[in-house]
Every structure is written in C-alpha cells, then in structure tokens.
C-alpha cells in the first residue's frame, strides 16, 4: 500500500482556546470545505470526543459517498485525528495540531492516505486525486482565513511516506 502525506500549515491571530473551539465544532466543516464535493454531516449534533464517529456524504465526480471517520485522539486545545472507518481511501488518519505561535495560533495539517485500487488507485492519484486534494485544502485555507483571520497558509505539500 503506497501511503501519501498532505501537509499544511496556517497562522490564526486568536489563541489556542479559541482556534480549537472553532475546529472542534464539525458543524464548521461545511463552512470550510469547497462547495462542489456537497458536503454534509449525517449524524444529528455530533460531539467531538474521543471515540465520536461522525457519518458524512460528499460527491466527488458527481458522484455521492459515504464516508465515516472515528476520532482517535483528542486532547483538547492541542491536537485531535479523525481516522477514515468506511469511505473512499484505503487509509485516511488527518491529525490537526494546533501550537501557541506569538500572539496566535499555529495549526498544521497532517493527512496520511492511500488509495484502493493498488496500480490503478496510483494512476488516480498522480492524475486527478492529488491535485483536488491539493485544491482541497488550499480552498479550506482560503475560507479560514476569511473566517478567523490570519494568513492564507502554505501551499498543501503531498509526499510519500
């Protein structure tokens, strides 16, 4: 399984009380994830917590798909991971960390994925699925930074692990 890593990082001028409190609604991820993959959460209010699992559908292509993610780790105002239990990926762990930096906040993205598929999945990722990834976050960058604040951050970097 050829696992990739997105990384990203962005500068918010609110504490990390505040920064967290945002990031830790999933209410808020409608609000920062571009329109066109149609988002929206399936489960009632979820509560983020260790444990919480929270069902969601998005298009991608025009297609629907579900998608499932559990949070496996949660020590708020610092870092939470949501990990991919049922949905497009072969493998989907993004921990958000969030670092006290001057008078702000410092959040860096980690998304560690595969795709499924095996060659096939890799021909999808160098053609199509790399690049939205990128746009993806990058457009999510764009729309926290209209809502909190802060710099537009820097661009996704999609390596291998």
């Known amino acids: ?9 962005q500068q918010f001028p609110h504490g990390v009380d505040e920064t967290f409190s945002f990031f830790k609604d999933p209410a808020n991820l409608s609000r920062i994830t571009p ?4 988002f929206s959460i399936r489960t009632g209010n979820p509560l983020m917590r260790a444990g919480a699992e929270i069902d969601y559908t998005i298009k991608w292509l025009g ?5 499932r993610t559990r949070i496996t780790e949660y020590e708020p105002p610092f870092h939470f991971v949501d990990t991919q239990l049922e949905g497009p990926y072969r493998l989907w762990e993004h921990r958000h960390t969030f670092q006290p930096a001057g008078d702000g906040t410092l959040v860096t993205d980690l998304v560690r ?20 990834l990128a746009h993806i976050f990058r457009r999510r960058q764009g729309a926290l930074a209209a809502i909190l604040g802060g710099n537009e951050g820097d661009y996704p970097e999609i390596s291998n692990s």
């Open 1 to 9: 399984m050829k696992v990739h890593e997105l990384r990203c990082a």
């Open 35 to 38: 329109p066109w993959l149609s």
């Open 63 to 67: 297609l629907p798909l579900r998608w």
């Open 113 to 132: 994925y595969a795709l499924p598929f095996g060659p096939l999945g890799g021909v999808a990722h160098g053609l199509i699925v790399r690049r939205q």
